[in-house]
Structures are given as structure tokens and as C-alpha cells.
């Protein structure tokens, strides 16, 4: 069955199909980067906008790329939460006109439940990930580490208690006029940078309940605000020894929350997802742990996509799940937000 996938979440607009929940036969993503560039942000305004410009050439590039015609089509899946609320509409409104307009079946999707379930459509990969596994969810709107027992069923573990991490990189390259997106430059930097150069404050959230929860704003703060108190006297303060003490200050914290979380459940397998999870440091650093195998979505499958979007709608669709016309956005989801104390 070919499922058609609508992502409008953010400020990318991507649409693909994919065929039985796990080949993708066409993916097509409308960037914004450009448009959002000046600000060095997304400008949720601009994104909605924008988006109602693309959805359509978009859908009409997706069936061509795929060879098909909207006949041929079996469900139509759409991210409906959570996300920006202008930008969820148009992807909503978009699928709900062509699920009455082809007769096919509705399916509003969870946008954090999608990035997921995006290594099962990892076309190198011969075998099929097995559930349970450890869900490592990075962008820049969530950071969740969760047991993920099956496609649409996860215990959240541990969240962020304030800033998401890729908003922390996005936010530290904004203030420091590093670039946009933030998160690639700062990864191009720290390449040649020294993350020695700089010690940056770890949180320390380790007790209770939040013992695998994540804080950002501290970091921010000292790299925004007060960068020269951690500085190594004998290093220099560039952009790029900047990028590669913060980088690995960030990840690192992640780290020790995943490997703790790894040995309290006994998850012997790590699934990482969104657009952090293309870093290259987080990449390697992963990699290198014994006590588990980690298992990334190829790089164009991290960041936000619509094949996700199918995939798992298909999987929704299978099972009977339908949406009515009267799906509605929803641009929070409390359960994957701790908060503090
Ligand atoms: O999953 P995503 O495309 O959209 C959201 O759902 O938020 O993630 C976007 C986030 C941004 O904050 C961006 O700076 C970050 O992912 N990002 C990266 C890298 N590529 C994207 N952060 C660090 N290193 C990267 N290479
Ligand atoms: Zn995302």
C-alpha cells in the first residue's frame, strides 16, 4: 500500500510516499533555510506562509519523482502535532482536501513518534529493528530520551527541563553571529576547534525523577553571557574553539543520561533521531560505546521529512486507525516536556 506522507511541522515542507510502511519510492523537501536566514531563526509567521506557497507544487513533485498518479495512492498521513501551529494547519488542511477530495483514508500523525520510526525505512539496512529499544530524540523544538516499546508506544524517561538541545545550538550560534542554521555551523566549526579550550558547567540533575532529564539554559548562559570565566588561559577564544568546547559540553551531557538510561533498562540497542542526530560529534561519541549498538537514520531521515510521516501512517492505517475531517494541530504535547522542580 502506498501511503503519501505531509511534514509541516516546522519550517520544512516535505511530502513523500512511501509503499508498505518501509520503502520510500519518492521524497521531496521544499527547504526554507534561505527565507529564514536574515533572521537567523525560524519566523513562524514567514514558515506558514511559506508553506501554503509550497505544499502544492511540493505534492506535485512527490507523484512525479515517484511515477505515479494520486489514483494510485492508498492513505494519506499528516503530522498534526507537535510543532508550530500556523505551519501544522497547512499540512493538515492540505491532507484533509485530498483525503475527501481521492476518498482515502486519514491519518494525523505525532511528529515526535514519526522521527522514531525513521531507521525502519533505512533502505541499507537488511534486518528490521526490533521493539523495545532506547529512543534518543534531538531537534531543535525536543529532547527526549524514551523506551520505545512499539510504533505508536513510548515511556518517556527523560526530557529537557528548559531549552531543547538543537534550539541551544541554534541560539549560541545566533547570539555569537555565527551563522544560520546554527547547528550545521557550529558542526563545521568544531571540527577545527579545541574542545578543551573551553570547561563549560555541566547541570547537575541527577536525583529522582529527573535523573535522566537534560537542562540547556545554564550552557547557553555561559557561552552566550559569560564565556571568558571558563576559558583555558593558554587557549584562544575563536569561533571555532568556542563551537567545539560547546558541542561537546552539550552532547556530553546527553551522553551520560543514555548510557545511564541503557544500563537502568538493559536496552542493549539505542535509536537516535532528529536534527541533532546528523551531528557529527554526537555521531562518533555514540559510536563508541560498548554496552550498546546505536543505530542512526541515514542524515536525510534525521531531519524533519515526510517519508517518517508515511511510514508510520501506514503502520496507523493498518491497524484501523482513522482521522475524521475534523483533525485538529496541537502544538504541545505535555508528556514530552518535564518541568522543574
Ligand atoms: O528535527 P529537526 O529538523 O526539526 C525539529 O523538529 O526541530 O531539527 C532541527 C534542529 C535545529 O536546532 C538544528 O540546529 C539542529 O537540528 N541540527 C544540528 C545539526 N543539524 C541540524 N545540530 C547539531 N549538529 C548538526 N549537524
Ligand atoms: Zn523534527
Known sequence: MLILGIESSCDDCSLAI???????????????????????????????????????????????RAGLGPEQLGGVAVTSRPGLSGSLVVGVAFAKALSFGLGLPLIGVDHILAHLYAPQLDSTREYRLEYPFLGVLVSGGHTLICKVNEFDSIEVMGTTIDDACGEAFDKVAKHLGLGYPGGVVIDRLARTGNPAAFRFPSPS????????????????????????????????????????SF???????????????????????????????????????????????????????????????????????????????????????????????
Not at 206 to 221: F, W
Not at 225 to 235: G, I, Y
Open 205 to 244: 540533575l541527577h536525583k529522582g525523577e529527573h535523573r535522566y532529564d537534560v537542562s540547556y539554559s545554564g550552557l547557553k548562559t555561559a557561552v552566550i553571557n559569560q564565556l571568558e570565566q571558563f576559558r583555558d588561559p593558554a587557549c584562544e577564544a575563536s569561533h571555532e574553539n568556542i563551537a567545539a
Open 247 to 341: 558541542e561537546k559540553a552539550a552532547v556530553d551531557m546527553l551522553l551520560t543520561r543514555v548510557v545511564r538510561a541503557a544500563r537502568d533498562t538493559g536496552l542493549q540497542r539505542v535509536v537516535a533521531g532528529g536534527g541533532v542526530a546528523a551531528n557529527t560529534y554526537f555521531r562518533e561519541a555514540m559510536g563508541q560505546h560498548t554496552e550498546f549498538t546505536v543505530v542512526f537514520p541515514p542524515l536525510e531521515l534525521c531531519t524533519d521529512n515526510g517519508a517518517m510521516v508515511a511510514g508510520i501512517g501506514y503502520q496507523h492505517i493498518m491497524r484501523g486507525d482513522r482521522s475524521g475531517l475534523d483533525l485538529d494541530v496541537s502544538s504541545r504535547v505535555p508528556r514530552f516536556r518535564h518541568t522543574y522542580p
Open 18 to 64: 512511501v509503499e508498505d510502511g518501509r520503502r520510500i519510492v519518492a521524497h521531496t523537501v521544499a527547504s526554507q533555510v534561505e527565507l529564514h536566514r536574515p533572521y537567523d531563526g525560524v519566523v513562524p509567521e514567514l514558515a506558514s506562509r511559506a508553506h501554503t506557497e509550497l505544499i502544492l507544487p511540493t505534492y506535485r513533485e512527490t507523484l512525479r
